[in-house]
């Protein structure tokens, strides 16, 4: 298995790789939680085309059915849901990733080095 950090054996870590690591992964799960949000947007969107298409002008055969429409409404419910549920997950691996990174006396705020790598 390859180390943590190249160059330093597993358990071998010295407080500034640490620092750097825990950053790593808070930079990752950062990342993370903009495409979950980008996401929930997503589907809120796609929540409103749905919306459209259910809208029946003239009750022509050519309409979507009111099953499949529901059927469909059902599906996006359910995505919009578990991604929730992803965030909420995500959010508090950030909030104890942010714990990790104070205890090392470093300032969360400034910890982030944008992308992760």
Do not use: W
């Not at 990752?28 to 749905?50: M, N």
């Not at 992803?86 to 990174?101: C, F, P, T």
């Amino acid at each position: 298995m390859a180390p943590l950090v190249p160059g330093r054996e597993k358990g071998k870590l010295t407080m500034s790789d640490t620092a750097e690591y825990y950053t790593k992964l808070r930079d990752r799960a950062a990342k993370l939680a903009q495409s979950l949000d980008d996401a929930v947007v997503a589907l809120a969107v796609t929540h409103i085309d749905v919306e459209e298409i259910g809208k029946g002008d003239i009750g022509d055969e050519a309409e979507m059915s009111e099953t499949s429409l529901e059927d469909l409404r059902r599906c996006i419910a359910n995505a919009a849901f578990h991604v929730r549920m992803a965030e909420q997950i995500n959010n508090s691996y950030l909030r104890d990733l942010s714990g990790y990174l104070e205890n090392l006396g470093l300032d969360v705020t400034r910890a982030s080095s944008g992308r992760a790598g």
